[in-house]
């Protein structure tokens, strides 16, 4: 099984950045969707980003529009997802996410096939 590993979370103040990164614990074979979603305590998990295997499609979730960027370095087998102006309801614990199935859908949790542990960001106010 292909575990994906999430680092790079942290406590930032609000309007600041962090950068989030993702990562399989082995070489993969075979190209895949990646995505970013997030859970607050008492709070369903919440889609946040999605970028294709080629990395010419993206998509965002509304509430980080604008605010965070997602991308891939395939040659590192390393998603990133960069989040600037950061507010405190963007704390969460920040999953990511992989996709092999060639279905168009990609904003929802069970579209994803592997799964990281999450990595906690916490915006103070």
């Known amino acids: 099984q292909v575990q994906l590993v999430e680092s790079g979370g942290g406590l930032v103040q609000a309007g600041g950045s962090l950068r989030l990164s993702c990562a399989p614990s082995r070489r993969t074979i075979g190209t895949y969707t990646m995505g970013w979603f997030r859970q607050a305590p008492g709070k369903e998990r919440e889609f946040v980003a999605h970028?294709?295997?080629?990395?010419?499609?993206?998509s965002y979730g509304d509430s980080v529009k604008g605010r965070f960027t997602i991308s891939r370095d395939n040659a590192k087998s390393t998603t990133y997802l960069q989040m600037n102006s950061l507010k405190p309801e963007d704390t969460a614990v920040y999953y990511c996410?992989?996709?092999?199935?060639?279905?168009?859908?990609?904003?929802?949790?069970?579209?994803?096939?592997?799964w990281g542990q999450g990595t906690q960001v916490t915006v103070s106010s």
């Open positions: 970028i294709n295997w080629s990395g010419d499609r993206t």
């Open positions: 996410a992989a996709k092999f199935s060639s279905s168009s859908r990609t904003g929802m949790w069970n579209d994803y096939d592997y």
